[in-house]
């Protein structure tokens, strides 16, 4: 034996024990975290929320939340597992997560939105939990995302964008501008062409 002590390559196996190890359930501290960057090793996320490793689908939700709790999205754009130890890719076809239910209290400029994820993230949108509205292709519809942590997104789901639209207003009597309001901030929907 060498007194070589390279780090092993980095797997399935070592993430998960890296990150069971990261404490208790919910999201990780991965902001604070700046572990070497070890590679791709075949983790995805389809645009319909399905996480794959290798092209396979992994389909335990206890697995899918556990390494949605050590998801990164860095000023690079490129989203990550990060551990304490090691940073892997992750490939996200359009956003890490789906936001799948909205509650709403109240109305006008007190109204309060609140949605939770499919992997059970609840975030109320505010000034630090934007809503933003995107174009969708060549049709010129609009994408609903919402900031549910850090870099990380959740991309509305049609049912969901429905109930938004339902709660659309002007912005101000006479206004072109249309949006929602949520937590005393205004989130237009009318974008530029």
């Not at 551990?83 to 890490?96: Q, R």
């Not at 799948?100 to 939105?113: F, I, K, S, T, Y």
């Not at 059970?120 to 000034?127: G, W």
């Amino acid at each position: 034996m060498t007194g070589n002590s390279a780090a092993p390559s980095p797997g399935l196996e070592g993430l998960l024990q890296a990150a069971r190890e990261g404490g208790a359930a919910g999201a990780r501290p991965v902001e604070k975290w700046n572990p070497p960057y070890c590679g791709d090793i075949g983790m995805a996320i389809r645009r319909d929320g399905t996480w794959t490793y290798q092209g396979s689908p992994i389909g335990r939700i206890g697995l899918v939340k556990l390494f949605a709790s050590i998801l990164r999205k860095d000023a690079d754009g490129r989203t990550y597992l990060v551990t304490p130890a090691e940073k892997v890719d992750v490939a996200v076809e359009d956003a890490p997560f789906l936001a799948v239910e909205m509650a709403v209290e109240g109305e006008g400029a007190a109204q309060r939105l609140t949605f939770r994820t499919n992997l059970d993230d609840v975030v109320t949108v505010d000034a630090e939990h934007p809503l933003r509205f995107e174009r969708s292709g060549p049709d010129g519809g609009l994408k609903p995302y919402v900031q549910v942590r850090g870099r990380l997104e959740a991309l509305c789901t049609r049912a969901v964008y429905a109930e938004l639209v339902d709660l659309a207003v002007d912005r101000a009597e006479g206004s072109d501008e249309v949006g929602v309001w949520s937590s005393g901030t205004w989130f237009t929907m009318t974008l530029e062409r």
